[in-house]
C-alpha cells in the first residue's frame, strides 16, 4: 500500500480536553480506524528556538517532546489532518512517503517466493 508516515511533535505538557495531546492523537486516531500509532518519549532535542532539553532528573518536567507516529493511507492522513483543524492544533509533523504492508511468510513461503 502506499500513503504516509506521519510524525508529529509535541511537549509532553502540551494538553487538549484534559489529556496530554501525544495520548489525546493516539485516542483519536484508535477512534477514527487508523491501524496503529505510537508515542515515543525524547531523550534529548532542540526546536525551533535552538534551546536544548535534555532528559535529566533535575529539569522542569514537560518541556521534552513526544513523538507520534502513524503510517496512513492518504484518505486516513486527510481525515486525521481535518480533524486536526477542527480542534485548531498548532502542530509540527513531518509527512514522509511511504510503502507499507504485512509480510506473511508461510503464505508467501507456499507461493515459492517473495511477497
Same mark, same amino acid.
Given at each position: 500500500m502506499e500513503g504516509s508516515f506521519l510524525r508529529?511533535? @509535541?511537549?509532553?505538557?502540551h494538553k487538549?480536553?484534559? +489529556?496530554?495531546?501525544?495520548e489525546w492523537l493516539l485516542h483519536t486516531a484508535n477512534k477514527m480506524g487508523i491501524?496503529?500509532?505510537?508515542?515515543?518519549?525524547?531523550?534529548?532535542g532542540f526546536g525551533r528556538?535552538? @534551546?536544548m532539553h535534555e532528559d535529566r532528573f533535575?529539569? +522542569?518536567g514537560g518541556s521534552l517532546i513526544v513523538e507520534v507516529e502513524f503510517i496512513v493511507t492518504a484518505e486516513?492522513?486527510?481525515k486525521?489532518?481535518?480533524?486536526?483543524?477542527?480542534?485548531?492544533?498548532?502542530?509540527f509533523y513531518a509527512d514522509i512517503p511511504a510503502t507499507f504492508g504485512v509480510l506473511t511468510p508461510a503464505k508467501d513461503k507456499a507461493k515459492g517466493g517473495q511477497p
Open positions: 508529529f511533535y @509535541v511537549t509532553q505538557s487538549l480536553h484534559g +489529556l496530554p495531546l501525544w491501524r496503529g500509532g505510537s508515542a515515543f518519549h525524547a531523550m534529548a528556538k535552538h @534551546v533535575f529539569e +522542569l486516513e492522513r486527510q486525521l489532518f481535518d480533524r486536526l483543524a477542527q480542534e485548531d492544533i498548532h502542530l
